[in-house]
């Protein structure tokens, strides 16, 4: 593990970055894997009940991306000013908050349930399928929740290494079982539910097996601190205005659906297709924005105004350069991963139409990633939150004016609006940042 003080070089960035890069690669993996054994069951009901009570529990768990968030930033800021004691508090303090919200969803699970299926209702055989596998699922809550803290602790201390064995063993342990218990014992949806519990709580054992430096002493056990109301709402702050600000950011993509929606079959499924290369650059570009995020954390930790800058400037080089390379790979390949996804010869040639948008994306919107993860680091969650605002707005009128004139193109337009003003509003208030340190 790099000492918080040492220099900030590029090795050090792309040690941060790689294995964040390498683990989100795993992620969609497990979800091929989880459709293609119960695909094998030769029917389609168990196929959407897995897919639903997946997308089900994910909207639950996303609630509470803000934990991994708001402990990479505290927890990089205690390490750089050399406060151990609050480096294993804050861990105490996610962990802790991670548990009680699981066990309360498994708690009210009957009332989560109904609302889902009121919300998107399905036929009588999906739905009975997908309240077996929520039923099952749902005990994994605790420690899905929890694992938000332990990554977010692993990023801030710079482990990263730690989150990749984490993803690794997680869903390769996964994949393992799903293959034994749907085509080996013939489990069916039940055994993808099964495979994936225990999965979850393995992962949080091998989580805090990771995370053995904050148990070494008696930090973790130090209850006055990990209880002080000043640190918890701080705590509560910081997190709140992630979690506003990460809500406008999906009811931004949202909407991007749902207008799409009525330009027609075609533009909906082509924008769909287009999508994941969206998807795959947030994977890429992850990796750069957290180590803005544990770098400019710990640089603000220890009071650091030209630390700043530099872990600033120099995880965004990485990030820029990524995203000029994320760009041209979609402008050239585009076409041929296109046609892997579609096989529709009118949505391959509207996706074509609309490619240069997907290439212009990670380029256009590498501003307001990278400044996301430096704000993080600092914190500065307050600013992200407005920002995202002011951005959403803008948004709104850009829908309004340009999609009734263009179209999609109108529609894709107003998309890359939303980054640029999110890379503008953060962009403007970064020398404050600046000027607060030290």
């Known amino acids: 593990m790099e000492d918080a003080a040492a220099p900030i070089t590029h090795r050090r960035v792309l040690k941060i970055a790689a294995p964040i890069v390498l683990s989100n690669a795993t992620v969609p993996i497990l979800g091929a894997v989880d459709t293609g054994v119960v695909g094998q069951m030769g029917q389609a009901a168990p196929i959407g009940a897995v897919g639903m009570g997946a997308v089900i529990l994910a909207s639950i768990y996303w609630i509470f991306g803000f934990l991994r968030m708001g402990t990479t930033g ?36 009957v009332w989560v349930f109904l609302g889902a299926f009121a919300l998107s209702p399905a036929s009588p ?21 929890a694992l938000y803290a332990i990554t977010g602790w692993l990023i801030a201390i710079e482990r990263t290494r730690g989150v990749f064995l984490l993803q690794v063993w997680m869903n ?93 079959d075609v533009n909906l499924a082509a924008n769909q297709v287009l999508l994941q290369f969206l998807e795959i650059t947030a994977f890429a570009l992850d990796g750069f924005a957290f180590s803005a ?23 965004s080089q990485w990030g820029l350069g990524g995203a000029v390379v994320l760009g041209l790979v979609f402008f050239l390949a585009g076409p041929a991963l296109i046609d892997l996804m579609a096989t529709s010869p009118e949505v391959r040639e509207a996706g074509r139409e609309f490619l240069f948008w997907a290439a212009l994306a990670p380029i256009i919107g590498v501003a307001s990633w990278m400044f996301d993860g430096i704000y993080i680091g600092a914190t500065w969650t307050r600013e992200m939150r407005n ?52």
């Open 74 to 109: 505290l927890a990089a800021q205690a390490r750089g000013a050399g406060d151990t004691a609050e480096t294993g508090a804050l861990l105490m303090r996610g962990l802790l908050l991670g548990g009680v919200a699981g066990f309360f969803f498994i708690i009210i699970q």
């Open 125 to 145: 055989e999906v739905e009975m399928l997908t309240r077996d596998y929520l039923q099952i699922r749902i005990w994994g809550a605790p420690a899905t929740i």
């Open 172 to 264: 390769g342990l996964n994949i393992l079982l799903d293959l034994w218990f749907v085509l080996g014992l013939g489990w069916g949806v039940e055994g993808v539910a099964v495979a994936t519990l225990i999965a979850e709580w393995t992962g949080l054992a091998l989580g805090l097996w990771l995370c053995g430096d904050a148990f070494g002493g008696n930090q973790w056990r130090d209850w006055p601190r990990i209880f002080d109301a000043s640190r918890l709402r701080r705590m509560m702050q910081v997190n709140g205005n992630i979690m506003v600000r990460s809500v406008l950011l999906t009811g931004a993509f949202t909407t991007f659906m749902f207008v799409g929606s009525d330009l027609g």
């Open 293 to 315: 995020e544990a770098l400019v954390g710990g640089a603000v930790g220890a009071g650091d105004r030209a630390r700043v800058r530099q872990a600033s400037m120099m995880a």
């Open 387 to 438: 920002a995202m605002i002011q951005s959403v707005s803008v948004y709104v009128i850009a829908l309004a004016i340009l999609v009734p004139a263009f179209g999609n193109h109108g529609l894709w337009a107003a998309l890359m609006v939303l980054n640029i003003v999110r890379g503008v509003t953060l962009g403007w208030r970064y020398p404050r940042l600046e000027a607060q340190i030290g």
